[in-house]
């Protein structure tokens, strides 16, 4: 029974590319509480605090999908989720602690995601317009460690060339 229940939740939060009607927002509802009601182990509470992370932001509520995302680590730690919430946290600007950012790269490096992380900043770098995003984003990754300041500084000085 609740297999079929979160194959069913996972189908309606993943038909991403349509409005959900009410029907569908009660009948996600409805799976989510039954889900968090029914004793499933710390991976498939992660899996179902995922999908309602996936769920608030299709709906635009990105600070609850970055509080269910740092849940979902917080059962079971995966590499997806913590890239879904960086982009939220370090391009969205959704508000997170210093601490929290922390455990969050310090978990991607334990994962053996260090250089994919550095692969992402430095996209997400080239892809900002405006160069007080950048040095935005350079010093929040120097506050969470991930960065040294010596290399933000050589970065920020080459980022006019961009």
């Not at 989510?32 to 309602?52: D, I, N, T, Y």
């Not at 740092?70 to 391009?91: K, N, Q």
Request: glycine content about 6%; hydrophobic content about 45%.
């Amino acid at each position: 029974m609740i297999l079929d229940q979160f194959q069913r939740y996972q189908e309606l939060v993943s038909a991403l590319g349509q409005e959900p009607d009410e029907a569908v927002r009660t009948e996600v509802s409805n799976l989510h509480q039954g889900l968090q009601r029914a004793a499933l182990s710390p991976q498939q509470m992660a899996l179902v605090l995922q999908l309602e992370g996936q769920w608030q932001r299709r709906n635009g509520a990105l600070e609850e999908a970055g509080g269910c995302w740092l849940d979902s680590m917080a059962c079971a730690f995966t590499v997806r989720v913590a890239f879904d919430w960086l982009e939220l946290v370090l391009l969205e600007r959704v508000k997170t602690t210093d601490p929290e950012l922390q455990r969050v790269v310090a978990g991607l490096r334990r994962a053996g995601a260090g250089s994919a992380f550095e692969r992402w900043w430095q996209l997400a770098l080239a892809h900002l317009p405006l160069q007080e995003q950048r040095r935005n984003l350079l010093d929040r990754l120097v506050s969470c460690g991930a960065l040294d300041s010596d290399r933000a500084q050589r970065l920020l000085a080459t980022i006019g060339r961009w």
